[in-house]
């Protein structure tokens, strides 16, 4: 009977070490698929960021090139211009203007952001003449267009530039009858500025570039004739002669 018992009894301890064996064959598998699984994650993951970049660039290149030839439409002026420049406005201004007896004709253009009046003025009017004209013309403009709504911009938004072109014949281009006058009034300006342009503001650094550009001085009308192919009989002639020769 003791036997029996002890046989039984060691029977039960093989039993259980088997029993135990398969439980940690069970335990160390599920750990190796376990190592398995976060390794795959951890490499899918990786790949997916290091992706995600050349996903990006390869939108934007495919964007770009459907996007090839076709405008980029867009308002740089959003938010700014306000209050807009009517075109009622621009005919009050106009009428205003023309209704000076010493102006021929006037054009005014509204580009972009800039409002540019074109006066042809009287050609009798002499330079002093012309700068009261202008500085009426501006006064034109301001009864219409208050310069502090329309043509000053604030912290926040910009606003409209003026200019103002006055010009007598341009036949006179070249001698001193010709006027061309430009009254500037930017955004950023407190007061308005009329330049004489048709005349220089250093006569002497003036006759100097003539001087570079023609080769001779500015009073020696024959031989600027002869540049600009207008010389006398006796030069035209021997330079016919060499053209035959």
Do not use: W
């Not at 867009?74 to 209704?99: H, M």
């Amino acid at each position: 009977m003791e036997q029996k018992d002890e046989k039984v009894q060691n029977t039960k301890k093989i039993e259980k070490v088997k029993v135990a064996k398969k439980s940690d064959k069970k335990v160390t598998g599920n750990k190796g698929k376990m190592k398995v699984n976060a390794s795959t994650i951890v490499i899918i993951v990786g790949i997916i960021v290091i992706c995600i970049p050349f996903v990006i660039l390869g939108s934007i290149l495919i964007s770009a090139s459907k996007a090839t030839g076709t405008p980029v439409l867009g308002n740089r002026y959003e938010n700014d211009l306000n209050p807009a420049i009517t075109e009622e406005q621009i005919t009050s201004i106009e009428s205003k203007i023309k209704s000076d007896n010493q102006v021929e004709s006037v054009n005014i253009e509204l580009v972009t952001a800039t409002l540019r009046i074109y006066v042809d003025m009287q050609d009798s009017l002499n330079e002093e003449e012309a700068t009261a004209l202008a500085n009426s013309v501006y006064e034109s403009v301001a009864s219409t267009l208050d310069v502090n709504t329309y043509f000053t911009k604030t912290s926040t938004k910009k606003m409209y530039d003026l200019e103002i072109h006055l010009y007598n014949n341009i036949d006179f281009a070249g001698n001193e009858q010709y006027l061309y006058l430009i009254t500037t009034k930017n955004s950023s300006m407190s007061e308005p500025s009329v330049q004489v342009v048709s005349s220089p503001k250093d006569p002497d650094v003036a006759a100097q570039l003539r001087k570079d550009t023609y080769g001779e001085e500015e009073e020696n009308d024959s031989e600027i004739g002869v540049i600009d192919g207008v010389g006398d009989g006796e030069n035209s002639s021997e330079e016919e002669e060499q053209s035959e020769e």
